[in-house]
């Protein structure tokens, strides 16, 4: 058995009297690549919420590599390994590619508490920032402000920047949204190129993507999970056809 | 195509000095030679350079809009006043107290306020600083409530520099303290805390999703500015040997956030243009119209505003910019 990166037991938020995560069971292997699908406001970024804790559950529990996280706040969990990107980009736009990748890695390294020596004259964060940038084939723009970069591009910053935090979860929100299906190829070529042992989960509508990319898919609808299993199960699953993969065919 | 090695190269230098960075200081040491009959108005500026400043690391680095920094200004006027009035005259340990005591104010007040945003945080900023007001007003023994603290007696500055009629030695002495604050300013706006600062200013979500104590970092530069005021404060009461309740005053509050808007913000030397305009104006468009002055400062603002949203330092950048283009 492999170990479980990431776990949630039971995991429930009510907003007033909706539910918008009914005990949730969900359990993630390290080096998974797994999809989390379902229609829209069936709960998925609700979901990324919890588990980074930028949301507290109502009920149920989150686990990291086997610990309780349930209780700690968001930048703890960060420092226990998890990250994340956004659907809709948050990056610093007056500031440049470089230095929104510095952001994580000061974070990450303890240097961000320092009060001296100018962050210009840190070698060890900066040449870590560019190392990422060249991965992603950002380095050319390391020195642009993020306001002056294309949509596309900005995307690529974002899991630059999860990147930065050395993640063994990554949780990747709708990574190509808003990017012309023409430059996505190269977001999830990235995406397919990262460290085999970072634990992936990608929230996305393009299913082309999520057969492409997952070796597991969850498919979440109103708050709950309504099935899991490999890309070809939940292709012939009738219950999905019928909720999701259907509807999304009869509409076009 | 820009070379690997010169990638970062924005960042890398950054924090350089650069020569126009010397001419507010040699200014204000020529100021010193020049208009030996204004070193008493001219030390005033330097305080509110110094008051200006401490508000830019809170507003122009954090974000954090405040319409009561003169809370922190007025425990530093008052530590160093009462100190002094008790009969402990020595200068520089009077800063000292005034900086320890102001930042302890800010660490509390902000630990208690720094969780809300926007007009919350705006009202309570307001509230604490009325809310001292009351008090100094009120414990009239210690303060002197209305009529304001006298009996301020100052030492001479390291047992040697007497504090003089002309305001010679009180010119130098904030001039210096200035420096040394500025210093320390300079170089937490540089160091990865100051760049942190800015993240929070920039995408608050962000900053919690990488991991950033996003409190802690609020409360910390907001106890240090608050103790940076203190300090000017301080100056105020060491070289007039007074204090009043207007060193706690809603209108302090704002006089100081309108020089920082006039300067410009989030670069530091935004203070040492809006300080000084903003007297000369004041003092211009008093003489002009002791009635009706408000209404030239409020219509400077409102240009200020439209016009050079990033302030006259923000003018001059884009001028400069402009002429290194043209002149390629």
């Known amino acids: 058995m492999t170990a479980l990166a990431l776990e949630t037991r039971a995991l429930s938020k009510n907003f007033g009297a909706l539910p918008v995560a009914q005990a949730i069971d969900f359990r993630l292997a390290s080096g998974a690549r797994h999809a989390l699908i379902g229609p829209n406001g069936a709960g998925k970024t609700t979901f990324i919420n919890l588990i980074t804790g930028a949301l507290k559950p109502s009920s149920g529990s989150v686990h990291l590599a086997g610990a309780d996280v349930t209780a700690l706040s968001q930048a703890a969990r960060v420092k226990r390994g998890i990250a994340r990107t956004f659907q809709i980009n948050q990056l610093y736009r007056g ?30 964060v900066i040449d870590e920032a560019l190392a990422i940038l060249e991965l992603l084939s950002l380095g050319d723009d390391a020195d642009r402000l993020i306001r002056e970069l294309p949509y596309g591009r900005q995307r690529l910053v974002e899991i630059a920047i999860a990147l930065g935090l050395k993640p063994r979860v990554l949780l990747l929100d709708e990574p190509a949204a808003g990017v012309p299906t023409a430059e996505s190829h190269v977001l999830l070529d990235v995406i397919e190129s990262l460290p085999a042992e970072i634990a992936m989960l990608i929230i996305e509508h393009d299913m082309d993507v999520v057969f492409r990319f997952a070796r597991e898919i969850t498919v979440l609808v109103a708050g709950e999970v309504l099935v899991v299993g490999t890309p070809s199960e939940i292709a012939a699953n009738e219950r999905v056809r019928e909720v999701y993969l259907g509807k999304k065919t009869r509409h076009g | 195509m820009i070379g690997i090695a010169e990638r970062g190269a924005f960042l890398r230098h950054r924090h350089r000095l650069s020569w126009a960075e010397s001419v507010p200081w040699i200014a204000a040491v020529a100021a010193f030679f020049l208009f030996p009959s204004y070193e008493t108005l001219g ?100 303060t002197g409530g209305d009529d304001g603290l006298r009996g301020i007696r100052m030492d001479p500055i390291f047992g040697v520099f007497e504090f003089d009629l002309f305001g010679e030695t009180a010119y130098l002495y904030c001039l210096a303290v200035l420096f040394i604050m500025f210093v320390v300013a300079r170089a937490i706006v540089h160091s990865p805390f100051g760049q942190s600062l800015t993240g929070i200013r920039e995408n608050i979500r962000r900053m919690h999703a990488v991991g950033a104590p996003v409190h802690l970092k609020l409360v910390t530069i907001y106890a240090i500015s608050a103790a940076m005021a203190g300090v000017a404060g301080a100056l105020l009461a060491q070289t007039t040997e007074y204090v009043g309740l207007t060193v706690l005053s809603f209108i302090r509050s704002g006089d100081v956030l309108i020089v920082i808007i006039l300067g410009g913000f989030g670069r530091l030397y935004g203070a040492f243009i809006g300080a000084p305009l903003y007297m000369v104006l004041q003092d211009q468009l008093a003489k002009q119209s002791p009635e009706y002055w408000l209404f030239g400062i409020g219509l400077v603002l409102v240009v200020v505003v439209m016009f050079a949203p990033r302030g006259v330092l923000g003018l001059l950048e884009d001028l400069g910019a402009r002429f290194r283009r043209d002149s390629r």
């Open chain 1, 95 to 124: 500031l440049s590619v470089l230095e929104n990748v510095c952001m994580a890695i000061a974070e990450r390294t303890g240097a961000a508490r320092a009060m001296f020596r100018p962050i210009g004259r840190r070698g060890e």
């Open chain 2, 43 to 142: 030390a005033q500026v330097l305080i509110m350079v110094l008051f200006a400043l401490s508000l830019d690391l809170i507003l122009g680095y954090a974000g954090i809009i405040s319409l009561g920094h003169a809370a922190f200004f007025g425990i530093g006027a008052y530590t160093a006043g009462i100190l002094s009035a008790q009969g402990w005259g020595e200068p520089i340990s009077g800063l000292v107290l005034a900086a320890i005591v102001a930042g302890i104010a800010g660490f509390i007040s902000g630990w208690a306020i720094l969780r809300t945003t926007g007009l919350t945080l705006l009202m309570l900023t307001l509230c604490f600083a009325e809310l001292l007001r009351e008090i100094a007003n009120e414990q009239e023994h210690y």
